[in-house]
């Protein structure tokens, strides 16, 4: 027995030892004299300025803002801000894939700085796998600069800075943010990548973004000065080495240009930026707040009312009648458990919609959420759990906007308040969002847009949904409303095997609720 306890203490030294000397030969670059890069101030004299400059005074310095509620227009809206582009471009995403959508942005981006505009693009280092050589070769470029959010100096795999350095690695920027001219700027959930943009015949998330001009722009490029200055952010050319393959890029994007997939989707987008400067359509001008974490949460230093999840608990405490909540990941955890529950017994109207088992991409989330299920529903508080489609209901082809419900996986993290506020950004409801990543987005003031999400659980929800519900006996049940006044109910959680229930239950004993 003592020589087993030897060895396990010596191997925990080893690992010790390991760690240490890992983390100074993986070491990353001294940043303490690097310079602090600005956003450069709107322009009047810029197209884009001209237009923010004669709105901005027609409505008495309020935000103008509009929805984006289609992957098309999302994608679309982003490469006509690009294009208009004459002197910044400041964006930052948690994922940017080398896909049609990621290369058609890459190279938009490049095109403007080759055409003299400023580009800087903060990436989390967590979701731009197979991009090294083409975000060194475009960093190389004159006007254009990359930095990495929380990097690893092991490039190749990854993965293996988690070993070393899980603590700083487990803190993500799941922020997303499009500015140009320091004038529009687009906010939401939507990564870049075709999934995203519903691109291609594949399975697609269901998310929205919102396009924005008017003050709330300055507060949003503050804040991602405040990201791209931080000590969590780290040069593309301190973290990898050489100068990229600018010929591969260029080779690349021909290759997507050339394809098919390209060719239908760029005659068919929609384009609300540009009708916008066009006068084709109007935006709601409106009060517009930019609700972010600060950037020390990168750092695991942050303090309570630094995290964003401190703001809207107190935005959502003040609810006066109903909360309409559209979250992609839900895991409330025993503190959002509390405040819900509380509201829904004090009288207020409370709905939830998120991923059932079976539309989720991360299943791990879903044991998570289904740990509270049964103590919200107790509560007053009704759940919608979004369920797979396609060919198996006569519904599959309905849309439920403003949240856009016609496709595989909702992504969208947005929430309604007593049908006279909307939020729009990327903090899911969970611990992750809550404590681990950085987040952000905007607290829109716009009954009109919070009665259309009001309006959608009100007639249509339903119908793309699961609705689980507890039977006087407390056993729970799950309705699926079929149209023409029939419906199913299950017994047990549909799309899921009685061998996965199992093994959920027993997920759900294990003390990981934090890393959701």
Known sequence: MVRYFLVLVIAAACVVVARIVARRVFALPDISGRAVSRAIPADPETALGQLMARDVAQHGGRSGVMPLLTGSDALASRMALAEAAEQSIDTQYYIWHDDISGILLLDALQRAAQRGVRVRLLLDDNGVDGLDSFMAALNAQENFEIRLFNPTTVRSPKMLGYAYDFMRMNRRM?????????????????????????????????????????????????????????????????????????????????????????????????NSAERFAEGEVAMEWTGVELVADDPVKGQGMARRDQLMVSRLGAIISEIEESFDLISAYFVPGLRGTRLFTRLARSGKKIRILTNAMDTTDVSLVHVGYSRYRRRLLQSGIKLFELKLRGGMTPEKDLQVHPIGLAGASLHAKTFAIDKSRVFIGSFNFDRRSAMLNCEMGFLIDSPAFAEDIAAAFDRRVDFVSYRPELTPEGEMVWHEALGAGQSLTYQEEPGTSWFQQATFVLIGLLPIEWLL
Request: aromatic content about 10%.
């Open 174 to 270: 799941h922020n997303k943010s499009f500015i140009a001219d320091g004038v529009a700027a687009i906010i939401g959930g939507r990564n870049i990548g075709d999934e995203y943009f519903s691109v291609g015949k594949d399975g697609f998330y269901i998310d929205t973004d919102v396009l924005a001009t008017g003050p709330v722009v300055g507060q949003t490029a503050a804040m991602f000065d405040a990201y791209w200055n931080c000590a969590s952010v780290f040069a593309v050319g301190d973290i990898i080495r050489g100068a990229g393959d600018a010929e591969a890029f260029g080779a690349r994007v021909a290759e997507v240009l050339a394809s098919p997939e390209s060719d239908l989707l760029q005659s068919d987008l929609e």
